[in-house]
């Protein structure tokens, strides 16, 4: 499946999935790997433009090199395993407001069983 086609299907969206996809991860400051990924998206959707838009593009297969196949490969590969850089920040992101959330819940249970105890002890020593 193409990647972009994935990425369509993954973020909603009808076109441009790797367009989606470079705008989420810029404005994802924190995921992991975007410094990897985020230009090698932009070069991939650029060739694509390129082989897509020019005439005799295909022709001359000078920008796409094996090392590219490869990394369009493996990126796919992370995305259907949800381990690429979003589906790993969200994951992420869950966790901190899970344990955040928790965390609440503590201090809140800490604090009824503090009243608890001073009612106690207030009416223990009337």
């Not at 022709?59 to 979003?86: H, S």
């Not at 869950?94 to 604090?111: D, E, L, N, T």
């Amino acid at each position: 499946m193409e990647l972009d086609r994935i990425l369509c299907d993954k973020l909603g969206v009808s076109t441009g999935g790797v367009t989606e996809y470079i705008n989420r991860l810029s404005n994802t400051r924190f995921a992991p790997r975007r410094d990897e990924v985020l230009p090698m998206l932009v070069k991939y959707r650029n060739i694509r433009n390129v082989f897509a838009h020019e005439p005799g593009a295909l022709k001359k297969n000078d920008d796409l090199t094996k090392n590219d196949l490869k990394w369009i490969k493996k990126f796919t590969r992370d995305l259907e395993k949800k381990k690429d850089p979003i589906s790993a920040y969200l994951k992420k992101a869950r966790r901190f407001a899970r344990h955040r959330r928790i965390r609440r819940y503590i201090i809140a249970g800490a604090v009824v069983l503090a009243l608890f105890v001073a009612v106690i002890v207030y009416f223990a020593l009337k």
